[in-house]
């Protein structure tokens, strides 16, 4: 028997060392081909030449503007319906925002020629406190311009949810041309304060009922943040918190806010929401300085009824 620092056992013992890590390789090839023959290739988008979008537009458009394009539902399905059957399938969701978005900027580049020869039908002033705060709850909580909550069908759809959580069965069309002439006014800009830092965040809204419900099953954040109470009028009050659960409890029991507790225990209580602007328990909202300056922008741009201005 070879002793162990002798040069035959030195060797074998790398023999088979090197054997086991060959063996170990061959496997780990297998595996990593294995799983890339097993996943499915990447999804393929298209993009739409200039001449495609102007087509889809004259096909579309039926003497609108693109902009009743960006919002009317039968104008828009014409529209992407014609670049389906370009590509001969239809647009996946991104390829649609895509396309939607690249009409927009060529609208914006004066590269349309087209000359709109019929209006949209007008929206009740009713609908713009609705609009508003449907279109700034997604687009905060997405971080999108006003053009990509509009161009993405996802994105609408959201917009609509939320629209209802104010006014269950608003129309549609009426929420999105509101939305489009807030954006034309540019009473959609983003605040300061939101846009200075990155805010670690996540935007919840929910009905007074499902709050309370919440609240009950103790499934509200016990974190720092700021809340904002609304109604198809518009924004009531906004607050801060270092505690949202223990804060919105006491509003809900009898706020110490009067104006908002008159507000809740009346007969328009039924209509309101709240969105809770919430942070992770280590965010630099957690000073009562950091929040009262992001409360302060919010009431400055939201101006909310039942506040005393900053």
Not at 44 to 49: D, H, L, N, P
Not at 136 to 146: A, E, K, L, Q
Not at 230 to 244: F, H, I, K, M, T
Not at 272 to 282: Q, W
Request: hydrophobic share 40%; proline share 4%; glycine share 8%.
């Amino acid at each position: 028997m070879a002793e162990l620092g002798s040069k035959g056992a030195f060797d074998g013992h790398y023999t088979n060392e090197n054997g086991i890590m060959k063996c170990l390789s061959i496997v780990i090839v297998t595996i990593i081909v294995g799983v890339a023959l097993a996943a499915p290739l990447p999804a393929q988008t298209f993009e739409f030449s200039a001449d495609d979008i102007v087509a889809a537009i004259g096909v579309a458009s039926d003497g609108y503007s693109t902009d009743e394009i960006l919002i009317r539902d039968e104008l828009r399905s014409r529209f992407v319906d014609h670049l389906s059957a370009s590509l001969g399938r239809p647009l996946a969701r991104d390829e649609e925002r895509g396309a939607v978005l690249e009409m927009l900027k060529l609208r914006k580049a004066g590269k349309l020629n087209s000359f709109a020869t019929r209006r949209g039908r007008p929206v009740n002033d009713s609908v713009a406190p609705i609009a508003e705060i449907a279109a700034r709850v997604v687009g905060d909580r997405h971080r999108v311009s006003t053009d990509t909550l509009l161009a993405d069908p996802t994105l609408r759809e959201e917009l609509q949810s939320e629209a209802e959580l104010l006014r269950p069965g608003i129309d549609a069309y009426a929420v999105r041309k509101s939305v489009l002439g807030l954006r034309k006014k540019r009473a959609l800009k983003p605040e300061l304060v939101l846009q200075v830092a990155d805010w670690d965040r996540t935007i919840e809204t929910q009905t007074i009922e499902q709050l309370r419900d919440r609240l009950d099953g103790a499934s509200v954040s016990t974190g720092p943040g700021v809340y904002l109470f609304r109604s198809g009028d518009g924004y009531l009050y906004v607050g801060e918190a270092s505690n949202l659960s223990a804060r919105l409890t006491e509003h809900l029991g009898g706020s110490d806010r009067i104006s908002l507790a008159e507000y809740l225990a009346g007969e328009n209580a039924a209509g309101v929401s709240v969105e809770m602007h919430i942070f992770p328990a280590d965010s630099p909202v957690k000073r009562v300085t950091v929040r009262r300056a992001y409360e302060s922008e919010l009431i400055r741009s939201r101006d909310p009824k039942f506040n005393v201005r900053p």
